[in-house]
């Protein structure tokens, strides 16, 4: 994200090293809050409560985009970007199902 797109604030850089943390992990929303901040932490997506089906989990981030904030719009864009560039591995990878999870 700073090569890429010359981004320099550094709490946009650690919450998108940190942007699956709540969700990929066992660590909750207030261990992360407690260990860098709110700062930082407003800007990690929070894992959601209930699992929803993929179309409406889509409709739900189209809801929500026009309320968060620049740094947590970067962060969710750069993410976006990365999975983009995976696009270019062999076929059967994630290339053949990323683009329904981007879109």
Known sequence: MSVE???????TLVAAV???TIEDTKTTYDELLARFGQEVASVVP?????RHSPRRAQAL???HA????QRAALVKLAT???TCATW???AGGLAARA???VL
């Open 46 to 50: 929070r894992s959601p409560t209930t």
């Open 99 to 101: 683009p329904a999870r």
């Open 61 to 63: 981030q189209v809801v």
């Open 80 to 82: 976006r970007l990365a």
């Open 5 to 11: 797109a010359g981004i320099t604030d550094v709490t």
């Open 88 to 90: 270019r591995q062999p």
């Open 66 to 69: 026009p309320h968060i904030s």
């Open 18 to 20: 940190l942007h699956d």
